[in-house]
């Protein structure tokens, strides 16, 4: 069964560090999405990517973010220089196309920012 | 916001089945119901999702009232790998999900 996959699994790094996050959505879908949960709260929306653009960002999503798919296969958020409030587990997700194309998950990648 | 409704948390014995209710009383017409779950700090996992007609697949059940203002998902045996945070979720094509707190089910053996 196809599966969004998500590296690295566990990242770590020093605040004003810039970190990639990457993530290979499922193969035939054309939107992919990043999440983000900080521990103990909700999964937040962060960015929404179609045709190669951005279609819709939430107020996270500053100037400090930006999100790439810089082949037919990865799709990567960058956190250009990292504070200690961007520790958190990241999701990508893909959907397909239409009214009720479901998202689908990967697994995750826990940043933690010292 | 979320504009759904769910209780904070639900115990089921193993076994028996398990009924978590949402209420999503503003829901717009063509707006679907999704329902995920999380399990501890695992990416979101999709079970079901209905428009108006009830649905079952190899994972559960989900009931949607006829005025789909509120809906059921059925687990029908549960077991411990169960025990997870269930997301009731409405939304519409490729928007984004807005998640709440969800439900908090716990499996007792």
């Known amino acids: 069964e196809p599966e969004v996959t998500q590296t690295p699994s566990h990242q770590v790094t020093q605040m004003g560090q810039e970190v990639i996050l990457r993530c290979v959505p499922i193969?035939?879908?054309?939107?992919f999405y990043w999440y983000r949960q900080i521990l103990g709260q909700k999964v937040e929306f962060l960015v929404s990517f179609y045709n190669n653009e951005i279609s819709e960002k939430s107020e996270i999503f500053d100037d400090q973010f930006s999100v790439e798919r810089p082949d037919g296969s990865n799709f990567t958020l960058k956190i250009r220089s990292t504070k200690l409030e961007d520790s958190a587990m990241y999701f990508c997700?893909?959907?397909?196309?239409?009214?009720?194309?479901?998202?689908?998950f990967g697994p995750g990648t826990r940043l933690l920012v010292l | 916001d979320a504009k759904t409704t769910q209780p904070t948390s639900m115990d089921c014995a193993e076994g028996r089945a398990a009924n978590l209710p949402c209420n999503h009383s503003?829901?717009?017409?063509?707006?679907?119901v999704y329902w995920y779950r999380q399990i501890h700090s695992q990416g979101p996992q999709y079970i079901i999702h209905?428009?108006?007609n009830n649905e079952t697949n190899e994972m559960a059940s989900l009931i949607i009232t006829e005025d789909r203002k509120s809906s059921t998902l059925i687990l029908p045996h549960a077991t411990l790998r169960d025990t997870a945070v269930y997301y009731c979720?409405?939304?519409?094509?490729?928007?984004?999900?807005?998640f709440g707190t969800g439900t908090r089910l716990t499996i007792i053996p």
């Open positions: 979720i409405v939304n519409f094509g490729n928007e984004k999900l807005t």
């Open positions: 193969s035939n879908h054309l939107y």
């Open positions: 997700a893909s959907s397909d196309q239409g009214p009720e194309e479901t998202q689908y």
């Open positions: 503003t829901i717009s017409g063509n707006e679907y």
């Open positions: 209905g428009l108006k």
